[in-house]
């Protein structure tokens, strides 16, 4: 029960003082793998090149590590 609390207090706060991600690189294709990654946070979004667009976040890093100290 105190998981799930958890987990949503973490994704409101990232919500509110997290990266929006306005700041995205051009398209990249490493390793059969195509994503665009954010230049303020490092976040990864997988790219569907038959659809010109980001389909999701590829997870890279534990969820606490990715709120930003500005």
């Known amino acids: 029960m105190i998981d799930v609390f958890v987990v949503r207090l973490v994704v409101i706060l990232d919500f509110l003082f997290g990266c929006h991600h306005g700041h995205l690189s051009r398209v990249f294709t490493l390793e059969c793998e195509t994503y665009r990654v954010c230049f303020d946070c490092g976040a990864r979004f997988e790219y569907s090149m038959e659809t010109m667009s980001i ?9 606490m590590t990715r709120f930003r100290i500005a």
């Not at 389909?55 to 969820?63: C, D, L, Q």
């Open 55 to 63: 389909e999701r976040r590829i997870p890279s890093a534990p969820v």
